[in-house]
Nanobody
Framework: QVHLVESGGGLVQPGGSLRLSCAPS????????MGWYRQAPGKERELVAT???????NYADSVKGRFTISRDNAKNTVSLQMNSLKPEDTAVYYC???????????????WGQGTQVTVSS
């Protein structure tokens, strides 16, 4: 059974940096688009950044110029480098990866368990 394993996150002061990483654990055929979403208390989950198989990236306006998403296809890993963090970046961050489990199936969204990022002095 496949699940996503996230790492990174924690408490950081405003202006600081954090790096999140995520990779699938288990057996699968291929990986599609990878991305990160976040959910702050009392708010809906929102897109942070995505990266396609061709490494085309898409960012929320609120993080452009501060966050960088990348993928390592050899390690099946997606990372999110977060710089110049602000208190409003505080949220639970979720990894999202499209996985094709077998050659006869199509892509399905998988979600990580979420990792807390808190930006506070």
């Amino acid at each position: 059974q496949v699940h996503l394993v996230e790492s990174g996150g924690g408490l950081v002061q405003p202006g600081g940096s954090l790096r999140l990483s995520c990779a699938p654990s288990g057996t699968f055929y291929s990986i599609g688009t990878m991305g990160w979403y976040r959910q702050a208390p009392g708010k809906e989950r929102e897109l942070v950044a995505t990266i396609s198989t061709l490494e085309t990236t898409n960012y929320a306006d609120s993080v452009k110029g501060r966050f960088t998403i990348s993928r390592d296809n050899a390690k099946n890993t997606v990372s999110l480098q977060m710089n110049s963090l602000k208190p409003e970046d505080t949220a639970v961050y979720y990894c999202n990866i499209e996985l094709r489990i077998r050659i006869t199936s199509w892509y399905i969204d998988y979600w990580g368990q979420g990792t807390q990022v808190t930006v506070s002095s």
